[in-house]
């Protein structure tokens, strides 16, 4: 990885064993000069599929990804924490799906656009609690395109960057210039 170039990499989520992350994120520094950004599914691959609205899941996951955060902040090799990974699928594009009584009762695009609101207001509500508790590294959102990002805008104002998962083909085409326009984070 090092004759490659690598300088960063990505754990989706953390090992099960913190002493044997710890030993993976340090030797991956120390010996290669490779940061790692660790992340946070968010419940997306639970079964059954994660409902954000949910208080007893947001708190379990609130749970998780702060324990996470105490466990590692304190690495040198840390480089950033990643909240999810194309969650926004379950609203934006019917990847495991979600809903609340109101949500039932709404016509589909006020439907997805509420469920957006309740996503991105958990993810802001993540990000407050990380920075409480680790203000030295930013705290990423994993995005899958850019769907609803104009409520992230607005409900997510405390995520520092867009981790910006995209499948544009062999360029990124309007991409940044939509992102620029409707989010205006750093990607």
């Given at each position: 990885?090092?004759?490659?170039?690598?300088?960063?990499?990505?754990?989706?989520?953390?090992?099960?064993?913190?002493?044997?992350?710890?030993?993976?994120i340090?030797?991956?520094?120390?010996?290669?000069?490779?940061?790692?950004a660790?992340g946070?599914y968010?419940?997306?691959?639970d079964?059954?599929?994660?409902?954000?609205?949910?208080?007893?899941?947001?708190?379990?996951?609130?749970?998780?990804?702060?324990?996470?955060?105490?466990?590692?902040?304190?690495?040198?090799?840390?480089?950033?924490?990643?909240?999810?990974?194309?969650?926004?699928?379950?609203?934006?594009?019917?990847?495991?799906?979600?809903?609340?009584?109101?949500?039932?009762?709404?016509?589909?695009?006020?439907?997805?656009r509420?469920?957006?609101?309740?996503?991105?207001?958990?993810?802001?509500?993540?990000?407050?609690?990380?920075?409480?508790?680790?203000?030295?590294?930013?705290?990423?959102?994993g995005?899958?395109?850019?769907?609803?990002?104009?409520?992230?805008?607005?409900?997510?104002?405390?995520?520092d960057?867009?981790?910006?998962?995209?499948?544009?083909?062999k360029?990124?085409?309007?991409?940044?210039?939509?992102?620029?326009?409707?989010?205006?984070?750093?990607?």
């Amino acid at each position: 990885m090092q004759q490659a170039g690598v300088n960063a990499v990505r754990l989706y989520e953390a090992g099960r064993n913190v002493e044997e992350t710890r030993t993976l994120i340090r030797d991956l520094f120390q010996k290669f000069g490779i940061k790692t950004a660790i992340g946070h599914y968010l419940g997306f691959w639970d079964w059954p599929p994660a409902n954000y609205a949910d208080p007893v899941l947001r708190d379990r996951v609130k749970n998780e990804v702060l324990d996470m955060v105490r466990a590692y902040k304190d690495e040198d090799g840390i480089l950033f924490w990643i909240l999810g990974n194309e969650n926004n699928y379950s609203f934006d594009r019917g990847v495991r799906p979600w809903s609340t009584p109101e949500t039932e009762s709404m016509p589909p695009l006020e439907a997805r656009r509420e469920k957006a609101k309740i996503y991105y207001t958990f993810i802001n509500e993540l990000a407050k609690e990380i920075k409480k508790i680790d203000p030295d590294h930013p705290v990423v959102m994993g995005n899958g395109e850019l769907a609803s990002i104009d409520i992230a805008k607005e409900y997510a104002p405390d995520v520092d960057i867009l981790g910006g998962i995209i499948y544009q083909g062999k360029t990124f085409g309007t991409y940044f210039d939509r992102l620029n326009r409707n989010f205006d984070k750093p990607n």
